[in-house]
Structures are given as C-alpha cells and as structure tokens.
T-cell receptor, first 114, second 112 residues
Framework: GENVEQHPSTLSVQEGDSAVIKCTYSDSASNYFPWYKQELGKRPQLIIDIRSNVGEKKDQRIAVTLNKTAKHFSLHITETQPEDSAVYFC?????????????FGTGTRLLVSP | DVKVTQSSRYLVKRTGEKVFLECVQD?????MFWYRQDPGLGLRLIYFSYDVKMKEKGDIPEGYSVSREKKERFSLILESASTNQTSMYLCASSFRAPPGYTFGSGTRLTVV
C-alpha cells in the first residue's frame, strides 16, 4: 500500500550539532521527494526537495540524500540553531496518481536546545 | 508568492451541523487537496481534485464530501459533524507533477 515511514518521531539536539531524519517509501516508481517544515502554529512549508535522478541536493545547512535502490531518503541539518526547532515531514509522489499526489510521513519533532 | 487562503482559522460547531470549509488559491494551480492533521498521525489525505468538477477520495473520506466548481476554490463539507472530526484541516494546492504543495494556514475545527 501507499506508505512512507519516518524516523525518529522526536529528536533532541544541542545547538550546533547535526540532525538526521530518515524516511523509507514503498512505491519503487516514486520520483519526487520533498521535505516540509512546520513551525508551531504555522503551515507546513517546503524547505527542500529532490528528484529521483539525483542522489544528493544541498541548500546551505540543509541537505537531502536519496538511495533509490534501498527506497530511502534522509534530511540532514548541520550546525543546528534554535530556529530549526519544528516538525519536519517527508513525502513521496505516488506513481498511481501520475505522481500528482504526495504521501507524507508521520513527522519528526526536532528540538534544538541552546 | 503563492497564496492559499482558508476562510476560517478557528471554528466551533455543534454535533450534527453541516460544516463548510473553504479554500481559495490564486496561482492557477490544477491540483487541490484537503488533509487533516492530528498529533502522532501526521497528514492524512481526505479528498483531492485534479481539475474543476473532478474529485478523488483520499485515505479517510468517510463523513466528508468536497466541491470544486471553480479552479481556484475547493470546499470541504462535513455532512453531519461529529466529535471525532475535531482536528486541524489543511488545504494545499500544486501544479501538476512534480507536486510541490503550497499549504494554507489551516482551520482548527472543534466539534462539541
């Protein structure tokens, strides 16, 4: 079935440490993998995405890696800051909808302590 | 900047009432979606629409219906509100694949 698993559900780090969030997906044809950040009381916002023809993408302190063979992808945040504290959702575009629908993971609550 | 606007930020309704949640986007997106967000359950898809007058059931459509009479507007209808429909409801829109969603600010619905 349509499933994206996300781990861990909660992650606590000290400011300046790195944080890694991992997701696995079940649709081997999925070709688009976005990550969303949701701050408390706000809407989820797209922070980075990757397509299946790319293995890694970076944007300043944020990077995403994709392993298509293993069907997993990860979000890496380096030099974490308190403003990185939020809930992060991974997602995958599902092939049975012409890749027009995203299936989301259950979210990771990241807490960065000063 | 793409704007996805949900008509109400907070809503309190009584059990059995018919409830309308409205969502409007201003970027000519083809796709529109309704999700509900509950702690520990993430984002669950209720209904989505790829075009005007077109709708598809998501993962949890029971107790809900939708309407898309115009491209920019997607309405979620709770036919007879129940307490287990108390939740945060998020609307999203996107162009066709790849579906980089833009979310609305959400409507926190409480059914008493």
């Amino acid at each position: 079935g349509e499933n994206v698993e996300q781990h861990p559900s909660t992650l606590s780090v000290q400011e300046g440490d790195s944080a890694v969030i991992k997701c696995t997906y079940s649709d081997s044809a999925s070709n688009y993998f976005p990550w969303y950040k949701q701050e408390l009381g706000k809407r989820p916002q797209l922070i980075i995405d990757i397509r299946s023809n790319v293995g890694e993408k970076k944007d300043q302190r944020i990077a995403v890696t994709l392993n298509k063979t293993a069907k997993h992808f990860s979000l890496h945040i380096t030099e974490t800051q308190p403003e990185d504290s939020a809930v992060y959702f991974c997602a995958a575009a599902w092939s049975n909808t012409g890749f027009q629908k995203l299936v989301f993971g259950t979210g990771t609550r990241l807490l960065v302590s000063p | 900047d793409v704007k996805v606007t949900q008509s109400s930020r907070y809503l309190v309704k009584r059990t059995g009432e018919k409830v309308f949640l409205e969502c409007v986007q201003d970027m000519d997106h083809e796709n529109m979606f309704w999700y509900r967000q509950d702690p520990g359950l993430g984002l669950r898809l209720i209904y989505f629409s790829y075009d005007v007058k077109m709708k598809e059931k998501g993962d949890i459509p029971e107790g809900y219906s939708v309407s898309r009479e115009k491209k920019e507007r997607f309405s979620l209808i709770l036919e007879s509100a129940s307490t287990n429909q108390t939740s945060m409801y998020l609307c999203a829109s996107s162009f066709r694949a790849p579906p980089g969603y833009t979310f609305g600010s959400g409507t926190r619905l409480t059914v008493v």
